[in-house]
């Protein structure tokens, strides 16, 4: 199996900061790599695939980049809306894994 | 509107069986792979398997094969995850979800069901 490893497992920001979620996987995804947030008793939202692949609708202040192994995730100009956990997932080879996932408290 | 409606939530004994569906709207249901993800009270996402509704070809996570059984009716549009003997670590909210960008196994999960609660106790 691929491991997928996010870091760090939370963090606290203030508005309008950048913040930075790393990703890890144990071996190439071939950028086979996907972002999620996910909000308390929500359901998963799509954010990036294939890496660096933005989802339609989702604000221009999310960024990802990343290959191989290592990803990230890159929020600029914090806002009160994006509270939540992020994951990571690799589609490469099955089984498709998830990172542990990221907690972003707003300050 | 392309939309994955789950069924409702289900309180159960253990080793009892479980079916739970999932069912498809506002796209060619048998085209799209399905895949289902457990999240366990306070926990990460977790992928189970996935299959492909037009010939129920399957691929299970390791953690999950033998465990649960995934199945499709695509002539009602219609996923499921079935357990014939429940456990109390089987407690959890599962998800379907499905990614309509390509027709392929191998694809980031765009559209999600709003997910079934699943208590076993």
Not at chain 1, 81 to 88: A, P, R, V, W
Request: proline share 5%.
């Amino acid at each position: 199996d691929i491991q997928m490893t996010q870091s760090p497992p939370s963090l606290s920001a203030s508005v309008g900061d950048r913040v930075t979620i790393t990703c890890r996987a144990s071996q190439s995804t071939d950028n086979w790599l996907a972002w999620y947030q996910q909000k308390p008793g929500k359901v998963p939202k799509l954010l990036f695939y294939k890496a660096s692949n933005l989802e339609n609708g989702v604000p221009p202040r999310f960024s990802a980049s990343g290959t191989g192994t290592d990803f990230t995730l890159t929020i600029n100009g914090l806002q009160p809306d994006d509270f939540g956990t992020y994951y990571c997932q690799q589609y490469r080879r099955t089984p498709w894994t998830f990172g542990q996932g990221t907690k972003v408290e707003i300050k | 509107e392309v939309q994955l409606v789950q069924s409702g939530a289900e309180v159960k004994k253990p080793g009892e069986s479980l079916q739970i569906s999932c069912k498809g709207f506002g796209y060619d249901f048998s085209k799209y792979w399905i895949g289902w993800v457990r999240q366990m009270s306070g926990k990460g996402l977790e992928w189970m398997g996935i299959i492909y509704p037009d010939d129920s070809g399957a691929r299970y996570g390791p953690s999950f094969q033998g465990h649960v059984t995934m199945s499709v009716d695509k002539s009602i549009n219609t996923a499921y995850l079935q357990w014939s003997r429940l456990q109390t670590s089987d407690s959890a909210m599962y998800y379907c979800a499905t990614g309509t960008r390509i027709t392929a196994a191998w694809v980031a999960y765009n559209v999600w069901g709003q997910g079934t609660d699943v208590t076993v106790s």
